[in-house]
Structure formats: structure tokens, C-alpha cells
């Protein structure tokens, strides 16, 4: 055969290939605000393949039904894949799926071919494998922790580490794997990177939901044989105004009835402020490293801190709290600066397969500025570790209470996600907590506390 014939064959040969292994995963039966797939705008009735990439911005939603009638939801900030959806009716030992949350909060109710075949289903994180008992459960996760919830069923969660690997299907099981169930409510499994044994969390304040709530019109978990109890996004007896009709993946989906669209607006909207009451004290920031890694201690002990402050937001190791009083009111104009006073930092030398070390940094040379006539902040910083030095930068919004939300890093090098809140308290203060990448190997996770100039 002529090597341009046989370069031909062997190039179409690999595209059919490629196109069957492509299958159709699933239809998106409901989108809301920024969302997408692939490279493309999700929309309602769009075919969702194996392998695409998944995204939603800050206000946006995704309800995707699986072609045996299971569903896949991703909340806002969101990053996740179908990566397999191979459904074999006559042989269900032959069924293969797998699940991939990158970054955000998504929930996963098993199919009928997922409860089948149970042995061969896998919901990996960046650093847990989950497998299921026939589930209903929602996931939370950024590079350095996962935390999961169960609505019902069960979950088996292990951290990667010897034979658990991601490149792995079905359930990872053995000595250092743990089981959930939802009739441990309100109870949480959480990994962190590098500890393989998953932790049991009591106490419903780091849920998924809590991270990022639900919509009204979510389909509600059914009743739990188990605990007796309904559930939906792990909060027990929530009412339901509105469930989407969840039609068949084979059928033309018709258009759900939902509240009108929500504005999209990049920080989240709050309640309007109250007039300021002079008798109550201003609003204190809250912050510091909660998670112990090996001998870094936590300095932070976030359930007695949660007993007296709200939390706003964890990143990895770190968690930003703010106590009762006056919030800050956002003004219509204006700019203020902050000069940096306090920091932690850590940075980690990711090796692959739960292979981690860890390592103390400082962070100098900072500088925030917000820009309230914009609602937009931006901020930037060093941060040194034995003699190599990193620069990093941010950008965000600014919400009408002072909450700061970071433009997202995707993975770049030198460029921050950011959590944030400002603060009338010591006559103006600002405190966020972050994570960046350094390198291939190496990224940085911590806080900062800064004072008005």
C-alpha cells in the first residue's frame, strides 16, 4: 500500500475511534447564567459527550440527565467532566463511568445503569476517588481538599495513594478508605491532599451547600430509606418551591418552569443594609489556617470560631469568618488602600499519586487597593521561600458588603484566586485568603491581613 494511502487509512481509522469513544454522556435539560461546554454556550436540549469540559461562571447552572436517567448538576465556579458514560443494558458488568470534578461544588444522583453496576462507577476529585452504594450526594472541592455529603445511599472515599490512583475506575476500598451514609446527617467526609484517609467532619457549617447553595427549582432528593429523613443538598426538610421536570434523554426536553432569570452580576447580591447602629461594634475579620498538615499546626480552630462568626469562604488549608456587628457598606465612590500586616503561608510540592511536601513562606511586598466606584479591587504580592522569590497578582469585584471575589486564576502562574472582606473595624482593615500556582509542580496557599493606609 502507498505510504500516503496507508497514512490516510490510518489517520481516519484514528478518528473513528476517537468519535465512538466520544459517545453522548448525557442532554442538559436546564442552564442559568454563564455556563458552558467546551468552548461553546451551554444551552437547554444540547448533547453533553465524553470528555468535554464542563464550566460555570459565578452565577451560573448546569442539570444535565444521563442517558440512564441520572443527573449531574454544577453550581457556580464550577469545572467538571463526564469523562466516561459507557452503558452496556445486557452485560452491566461491562457499564464504565466516570465522573471528574476539577474545582467548584456539582452533586451526583446514580443512574439506572450506575446502581447495576455499582463496582464499576468513580467520582474523582484532585485528590479523592468516590465510589457509590447507589447515591445521591454532592461534592465540594478545590486543588487541596474535597468534601463530600450524602442525600442518600452511601459513598466510599479514599485519598490517592498506592493502588488508588485517578487513572482508576470503580470504588477505591481498603484499610484507609471510609464510608458515608446519609443516615449520618449532617456529618461530612473530607480529604486533603497528601492524607489518605479520609476525615469525618460533624456539624453541617463546611457542606457543599453551605459553599454554594442549591437553587429552588434543584429536584429534591427523595426520602432515604435509611435515616427517614428528605433531604436535598444535604440540608434535612427543605422545601422545594419548584423541581424541573426531568424528561427523557430520547425526548425533546420542554423548556422547565422557573422563576424569572437571575441578574448576573459577579459578586452574589446580598440583603440591603440596615441603617448603622451606633451601639453595636463594627464587624471584626476573622482568618487564619484551620487544617493541621503533619507539624503545621492549625491556628485556627473553626468550629468554636463558627460558633460566634459566619463563615465566608474556605481555600485549601485557610478560612475567612466575620463576627456579629456593623458590616461594611460598600460607597458609590471613592477608592481606599490597605498596607499589608500579617500573613501565612505555605507553599506544596506536588510529586503525583497523594506524593506531597510542604513548606513555610512569607509573603512581602503587598499591596491592595479597591476602586468603589467601579466595584472592582486589585492587589498584588511576593511571596518568598529560602532564597527563590514569586510575584502573584489578583483582580476582583467588589460586593455591596464589603465581600471581595476574585477574578479566577485558571491555572496560571503568578495569578491569585482570591476570597476577600473589608472591614471598618481598627478604622479600616481587609483581610482574603488565596491559593496560586507556581509552577508545574508547586503552588502556594494562605491569607493575608492588611490595614488602611
Request: with cysteine; glycine share 10%.
Given at each position: 500500500?502507498?505510504?500516503?494511502?496507508?497514512?490516510?487509512?490510518?489517520?481516519?481509522?484514528?478518528?473513528?475511534?476517537?468519535?465512538?469513544?466520544?459517545?453522548?454522556?448525557?442532554?442538559?435539560?436546564?442552564?442559568?447564567g454563564k455556563a458552558s461546554v467546551g468552548d461553546q454556550?451551554?444551552?437547554?436540549?444540547?448533547?453533553?459527550?465524553?470528555?468535554?469540559?464542563?464550566?460555570?461562571?459565578?452565577?451560573?447552572?448546569?442539570?444535565?440527565?444521563?442517558?440512564?436517567?441520572?443527573?449531574?448538576?454544577?453550581?457556580?465556579?464550577?469545572?467538571?467532566?463526564?469523562?466516561?458514560?459507557?452503558?452496556?443494558?445486557?452485560?452491566?458488568?461491562?457499564?464504565?463511568?466516570?465522573?471528574?470534578?476539577?474545582?467548584?461544588?456539582?452533586?451526583?444522583?446514580?443512574?439506572?445503569?450506575?446502581?447495576?453496576?455499582?463496582?464499576?462507577?468513580?467520582?474523582?476529585?484532585?485528590?479523592?476517588?468516590?465510589?457509590?452504594?447507589?447515591?445521591?450526594?454532592?461534592?465540594?472541592?478545590?486543588?487541596?481538599?474535597?468534601?463530600?455529603?450524602?442525600?442518600?445511599?452511601?459513598?466510599?472515599?479514599?485519598?490517592?495513594?498506592?493502588?488508588?490512583?485517578?487513572?482508576?475506575?470503580?470504588?477505591?476500598?481498603?484499610?484507609?478508605?471510609?464510608?458515608?451514609s446519609a443516615a449520618q446527617r449532617g456529618q461530612l467526609?473530607?480529604?486533603?491532599?497528601?492524607?489518605?484517609?479520609?476525615?469525618?467532619?460533624?456539624?453541617?457549617?463546611?457542606?457543599?451547600?453551605?459553599?454554594?447553595?442549591?437553587?429552588?427549582?434543584?429536584?429534591?432528593?427523595?426520602?432515604?430509606?435509611?435515616?427517614?429523613?428528605?433531604?436535598?443538598?444535604?440540608?434535612?426538610?427543605?422545601?422545594?418551591?419548584?423541581?424541573?421536570?426531568?424528561?427523557?434523554?430520547?425526548?425533546?426536553?420542554?423548556?422547565?418552569?422557573?422563576?424569572?432569570?437571575?441578574?448576573?452580576?459577579?459578586?452574589?447580591?446580598?440583603?440591603?443594609?440596615?441603617?448603622?447602629?451606633?451601639?453595636?461594634?463594627?464587624?471584626?475579620?476573622?482568618?487564619?489556617?484551620?487544617?493541621?498538615?503533619?507539624?503545621?499546626?492549625?491556628?485556627?480552630?473553626?468550629?468554636?470560631?463558627?460558633?460566634?462568626?459566619?463563615?465566608?469562604?474556605?481555600?485549601?488549608?485557610?478560612?475567612?469568618?466575620?463576627?456579629?456587628?456593623?458590616?461594611?457598606?460598600?460607597?458609590?465612590?471613592?477608592?481606599?488602600?490597605?498596607?499589608?500586616?500579617?500573613?501565612?503561608?505555605?507553599?506544596?510540592?506536588?510529586?503525583?499519586?497523594?506524593?506531597?511536601?510542604?513548606?513555610?513562606?512569607?509573603?512581602?511586598?503587598?499591596?491592595?487597593?479597591?476602586?468603589?466606584?467601579?466595584?472592582?479591587?486589585?492587589?498584588?504580592?511576593?511571596?518568598?521561600?529560602?532564597?527563590?522569590?514569586?510575584?502573584?497578582?489578583?483582580?476582583?469585584?467588589?460586593?455591596?458588603?464589603?465581600?471581595?471575589?476574585?477574578?479566577?486564576?485558571?491555572?496560571?502562574?503568578?495569578?491569585?484566586?482570591?476570597?476577600?472582606?473589608?472591614?471598618?473595624?481598627k478604622g479600616g482593615s481587609a483581610a482574603y485568603i488565596?491559593?496560586?500556582?507556581?509552577?508545574?509542580?508547586?503552588?502556594?496557599?494562605?491569607?493575608?491581613?492588611?490595614?488602611?493606609?
Amino acid at each position: 500500500m502507498p505510504r500516503y494511502l496507508l497514512a490516510t487509512t490510518l489517520f481516519a481509522g484514528a478518528c473513528i475511534v476517537q468519535a465512538a469513544q466520544a459517545a453522548d454522556a448525557g442532554r442538559i435539560i436546564f442552564v442559568a447564567g454563564k455556563a458552558s461546554v467546551g468552548d461553546q454556550p451551554a444551552v437547554e436540549g444540547g448533547s453533553v459527550r465524553e470528555g468535554e469540559l464542563l464550566s460555570t461562571g459565578s452565577d451560573g447552572y448546569i442539570y444535565v440527565k444521563t442517558v440512564d436517567n441520572g443527573l449531574f448538576i454544577l453550581r457556580p465556579a464550577t469545572r467538571a467532566r463526564i469523562t466516561a458514560y459507557h452503558v452496556d443494558t445486557a452485560n452491566p458488568a461491562n457499564t464504565r463511568v466516570k465522573f471528574e470534578l476539577l474545582s467548584g461544588v456539582a452533586r451526583s444522583k446514580s443512574g439506572e445503569a450506575v446502581k447495576q453496576a455499582r463496582q464499576n462507577f468513580r467520582f474523582n476529585t484532585p485528590v479523592a476517588a468516590i465510589g457509590v452504594r447507589g447515591t445521591d450526594f454532592t461534592v465540594f472541592t478545590d486543588d487541596h481538599t474535597s468534601r463530600v455529603a450524602v442525600l442518600t445511599g452511601g459513598v466510599v472515599v479514599s485519598g490517592f495513594a498506592g493502588a488508588c490512583r485517578p487513572e482508576g475506575g470503580g470504588p477505591c476500598e481498603g484499610t484507609m478508605s471510609r464510608e458515608l451514609s446519609a443516615a449520618q446527617r449532617g456529618q461530612l467526609l473530607q480529604v486533603t491532599r497528601g492524607q489518605v484517609a479520609p476525615q469525618l467532619l460533624s456539624g453541617s457549617a463546611l457542606s457543599p451547600d453551605l459553599v454554594s447553595p442549591p437553587r429552588t427549582d434543584e429536584p429534591v432528593a427523595k426520602t432515604d430509606a435509611t435515616s427517614g429523613v428528605t433531604t436535598n443538598g444535604g440540608t434535612p426538610n427543605l422545601e422545594v418551591k419548584k423541581v424541573v421536570a426531568l424528561t427523557a434523554v430520547n425526548e425533546q426536553p420542554k423548556p422547565p418552569v422557573l422563576p424569572a432569570p437571575e441578574t448576573p452580576v459577579p459578586p452574589p447580591a446580598v440583603d440591603p443594609v440596615p441603617p448603622p447602629d451606633p451601639s453595636r461594634p463594627e464587624s471584626r475579620i476573622v482568618w487564619g489556617r484551620w487544617v493541621q498538615f503533619d507539624a503545621y499546626y492549625a491556628k485556627l480552630n473553626l468550629p468554636t470560631e463558627m460558633q460566634n462568626a459566619e463563615l465566608l469562604a474556605t481555600n485549601g488549608d485557610y478560612a475567612l469568618l466575620r463576627t456579629p456587628g456593623r458590616q461594611f457598606v460598600t460607597p458609590n465612590n471613592g477608592s481606599m488602600g490597605f498596607a499589608l500586616r500579617d500573613s501565612d503561608a505555605v507553599i506544596y510540592t506536588d510529586y503525583g499519586y497523594g506524593s506531597r511536601t510542604i513548606a513555610p513562606a512569607t509573603v512581602s511586598n503587598g499591596s491592595l487597593n479597591v476602586d468603589f466606584g467601579s466595584r472592582t479591587f486589585a492587589t498584588n504580592f511576593t511571596v518568598l521561600s529560602k532564597d527563590e522569590s514569586f510575584p502573584f497578582q489578583a483582580t476582583g469585584a467588589v460586593g455591596s458588603d464589603g465581600r471581595l471575589f476574585g477574578d479566577e486564576a485558571k491555572g496560571r502562574p503568578g495569578y491569585l484566586n482570591v476570597q476577600g472582606l473589608l472591614s471598618n473595624d481598627k478604622g479600616g482593615s481587609a483581610a482574603y485568603i488565596f491559593d496560586g500556582r507556581i509552577d508545574a509542580l508547586r503552588t502556594v496557599n494562605g491569607a493575608t491581613y492588611w490595614m488602611r493606609r
